[in-house]
């Protein structure tokens, strides 16, 4: 975190103390002089693309290009920063944190709306978590623990229908250990004798919460038709 700090205080030092200088010119042509005088001088506005592009991709719009000019010749000039290490990777958590909040607000409202629908079909069941399930083949095995290991096939969508993972394409069920999933998962399971087959419905915070996963949006209500397969002890 350090150095990516840092090299995000590139960006701004070099937009903040871009020298100017007299284009050159040929006859009748006016030609822009180069702003990239040498190695150190592409390094540093390398450095800054990169990071500029990271941090706009990331949402950070506004920000005080002097302070973190100050911050970027305070480091390098081995000065006492006005914030310590601990400090700034706070300050830097706390607001990407709130930017994903802010992003995964529209998802979760959406995923609200739907399970409160979803709940009133008679085949729906709800456990006290908030977990919505159905019954779609109920086997006559054992039920796992938390602490089992499960082999299963699934199915997993988001609730405008978008298919993000699937067992059954790739030929294979998979094995996990049933404490090591999502805790929709992880509850879910539990209700399943072996041989059956359940949908669930899981809201976010069953699911990866206000963070996203892979190709799975912030905030996203999930969908899983699981066939639980076997159980090992």
């Given at each position: 975190m350090k150095k990516l700090w840092i090299a995000g205080l590139v960006l701004f030092s070099v937009s903040a103390s871009a020298q100017k200088?007299?284009?050159?010119?040929?006859?009748?042509?006016?030609?822009?002089?180069?702003?990239?005088?040498?190695s150190t001088d592409s390094l540093s506005y390398a450095l800054g693309v990169s990071v500029a592009t990271f941090y706009k991709q990331q949402g950070v719009k506004n920000l005080n290009t002097t302070m973190l000019s100050k911050a970027l010749s305070d480091v390098l000039a081995g000065k006492k920063t006005v914030l310590n290490e601990n400090q700034c990777n706070s300050i830097i958590m706390g607001y990407m944190q709130k930017a994903e909040e802010e992003k995964?607000?529209?998802?979760?409202?959406?995923?609200?709306?739907?399970?409160?629908q979803n709940r009133t079909k008679p085949n729906?069941?709800?456990?006290?978590?908030?977990?919505q399930y159905e019954v779609i083949t109920l086997g006559k095995g054992a039920r796992p623990l938390a602490t089992d290991t499960v082999v299963v096939?699934?199915?997993?969508?988001?609730?405008?229908?978008?298919?993000?993972?699937?067992?059954?394409?790739?030929g294979e069920p998979i094995s996990f250990?049933?404490?090591?999933?999502?805790?929709?998962?992880?509850?879910?399971?539990?209700?399943?004798?072996?041989?059956?087959?359940?949908?669930?419905?899981?809201?976010?915070?069953?699911?990866?919460?206000?963070?996203?996963?892979g190709s799975?949006?912030?905030?996203?209500?999930?969908?899983?038709?699981?066939?639980?397969?076997s159980i090992k002890k």
């Open positions: 200088t007299t284009p050159k010119k040929k006859i009748g042509t006016a030609v822009a002089a180069k702003p990239l005088k040498n995964s607000r529209p998802n979760v409202a959406e995923g609200q709306r739907f399970l409160e729906v069941k709800v456990t006290a978590t908030g977990l096939n699934y199915r997993g969508t988001l609730i405008n229908g978008t298919e993000f993972d699937n067992s059954y394409q790739r250990a049933l404490n090591r999933v999502i805790p929709g998962w992880t509850e879910g399971l539990q209700l399943m004798p072996a041989g059956s087959k359940y949908k669930f419905y899981i809201p976010h915070q069953l699911g990866y919460g206000l963070n996203g996963a799975i949006p912030a905030g996203s209500t999930l969908i899983f038709e699981v066939e639980l397969l």
